[in-house]
């Protein structure tokens, strides 16, 4: 019954979430021959404001190097490692997977890869339009990566795009001991050519995070998109539910270290995000999110606003300068942070 379950659910994703699947925003091999080198750094100055005073220092938001290339035929590989002493004290493999890739309609990769599910979690970290990412997608698509395999593809020019994965459901690295999987979907709908239209479900079980809880752990999520262009200007916007049951963890989107705790909790959060790209390469940004943190408690929500700007010096490097403003409803603390990022993509 319970995988029964499990492919009921993939079949709604597929058949009723409207949205496009990034894959992992991999860069592409440069030949068809030979290994292709690439990655990113982003070293950041931050300054927080908290209730303690200010503090502020010169860090390393990710510095990551990979590795891709095409075996003949129709086999393309890829892998990256994070290198940041601020994600971890060693480096670690944060991708690393093979695809089969001679249908478009239906690229078969296995190994360790991104979870296909949400729009923010599906842009690669280098192109963000913010530094950081949500707080909603970074606690509710933990972790946000894993081992499996996934179905992905794309119809009439990109007209239906798809992405379907069967992970551990353990995160990265991780082991899995029991039978229980977990299903990613991510469904994109391009209607009219200023307009996508996206979501996707995900739904397992798996050890739980915590020792002392004899059941399984149980999570489910869904979600669902808008993202709307004109020439220059665009507005994206996403919404997120989760469930868990069991244990859970808190954070570690984009290679961080995640919070495990037990219980069982629902939670959701959205977000809108507008920016406009001007001529001299300069673009304002600017996001609202609301992040409900326990919907069975009353104003247990925090509302983070960040006003940014964005400038490209050209193709491959960029400077960005975020200003966190966070008001949390239930008991307001001093928290909000100012953040310069440089990047360079190679």
């Known amino acids: 019954m319970k995988a029964l379950r499990i492919l009921i659910i993939a079949g ?6 409207p949205n496009l699947v990034s894959a992992q925003g991999c860069a592409p091999p440069k030949s068809d021959e030979g290994v292709s080198v690439f990655g990113f750094i982003q070293p950041q100055f931050e300054t927080k404001f908290t209730g303690d005073g200010t503090r502020n220092a010169f860090t390393f938001n990710r510095a990551r190097i990979g590795v891709t290339g095409l075996i003949p035929y129709d086999f393309l590989y890829y892998a990256v490692i994070e290198t940041s002493a601020f994600k971890d004290s060693n480096p670690f493999l944060l991708d690393a997977f093979i695809s089969y890739q001679r249908f478009s309609f239906a690229k078969i ?13 599906s842009t690669p970290c280098s192109e963000l339009n913010t530094i950081y990412r949500t707080s909603t997608v970074n606690d509710l698509v933990s972790p946000d990566r894993d081992l499996g395999v996934m179905v992905s593809g794309s119809f009439k020019d990109n007209l239906l795009s798809y992405s379907l994965a069967l992970t551990n459901g353990t995160g990265k690295g991780v082991f899995d001991n029991n039978l229980g999987k977990t299903i990613h979907s991510r469904v994109v709908l391009k209607p009219l050519s200023f307009v996508k239209i996206g979501g996707g479900v995900q739904y397992g079980t798996h050890p739980p995070f915590v020792d002392t809880i004899p059941d399984e752990d149980q999570r489910f999520r869904w979600a669902f998109d808008l993202q709307l262009k004109h020439k220059n200007f665009d507005i994206i916007g996403e919404y997120v539910y989760g469930n868990d049951k069991g244990s859970y963890v808190v954070g570690g989107g984009c290679g961080g270290t995640p919070e495990i705790k037990s219980g069982d909790l629902r939670r959701s959060g959205y977000y809108i995000t507008a920016m406009y790209k001007t001529p001299w390469n300069i673009q304002p940004v600017f996001r609202y999110e609301n992040w409900n943190t326990n919907l069975n408690e009353e104003n247990a929500y925090e509302q983070i606003m960040v006003f940014g700007l964005n400038y490209w010096f050209n193709d491959w490097t960029r400077m960005q ?8 409803k239930k008991f307001e603390v001093k928290n909000d942070e100012l953040v310069v990022q440089f990047q360079i993509v190679f």
């Open 109 to 121: 990769s296995i190994g360790q890869f991104k979870s296909p599910f949400t729009l923010e979690m």
């Open 12 to 17: 709604l994703a597929w058949l009723v979430s």
């Open 321 to 328: 300068v975020n200003y966190l403003y966070k008001a949390e």
